[in-house]
């Protein structure tokens, strides 16, 4: 079985730029949720989408933002983007989402803000 | 708000030695506590479970609502338990709240 899959893998914006990361989950996996890791802050959840939905959301600022599609692909767009945006986006995805299904993690992209 | 603390950004041990590392939660209800590893070059995945009471690779962790901790033990540390180690909450909305990390290394 193939694992969660994201695209690009490495991405260079400037300020003031926006930015579109795409997530392919597990096959059969409902759903998506989006981190955003920093050596300062670690790892911060940004959001979970199930069947299209955005069903659970982080405290990160309406500059981010997410969207699930009918095959549970899934995409994050940060708009106006800001030095410190730059980090390693993670996503994970599980069958249904909720503490009783393991996320199965992707490899990150990586995106530097100059 | 929710928050997990893990105090040892680095702990190295030597192959054979017993291993603990700690973890520490806030949160006012009754959360759900992981343990996450990321192996050099690997990506991030789930170790174990608090629910499940299991043991993985040798690894065990125990539930202290008291303390409010849940440290990941391992009686005799191998080198291939060398990883990054994550805690992380789920709260009642199924978010997850994760900690910054500790970084064991195992010595030969």
């Known amino acids: 079985k193939a694992g969660v899959t994201q695209t690009p893998r490495y991405l260079i914006k400037t300020r003031g730029q926006q930015v579109t990361l795409s997530c392919s989950p597990i096959s059969g996996h409902r759903s998506v949720s989006w981190y955003q890791q920093t050596p300062g802050q670690g790892l911060q959840f940004l959001f979970e989408y199930f069947s299209e939905t955005q069903r659970n959301k982080g405290n990160f600022p309406g500059r981010f933002s997410g969207r699930q599609f009918s095959n549970s692909r899934s995409e994050m767009n940060v708009s106006t983007l800001e030095l410190g945006d730059s980090a390693l986006y993670l996503c994970?995805?599980?069958?249904?989402?909720?503490?009783?299904?393991?996320?199965?993690f992707g490899p990150g992209t990586r995106l530097t803000v100059l | 708000a929710q928050r997990v603390t893990q105090p040892e950004k680095l702990l190295s041990v030597f192959k054979g030695a017993p291993v603990e590392l700690k973890c520490n939660y806030s949160y006012s209800g009754s959360p759900e506590l992981f343990w996450y590893v990321q192996y050099s070059r690997q990506r991030l995945q789930l170790l174990l479970r608090h629910i499940s009471r299991e043991s993985i690779k040798g690894f065990t962790a125990d539930l202290n609502k008291g303390e409010t901790s849940f440290h990941l033990k391992k009686p005799f540390a191998q080198e291939e338990d060398s990883a990054m180690y994550y805690c992380a909450l789920a709260d009642y909305g199924q978010n997850f709240v994760f900690g910054p990390g500790t970084r064991l290394s195992v010595l030969p």
């Open positions: 994970a995805s599980s069958l249904s989402g909720g503490s009783d299904n393991e996320q199965f």
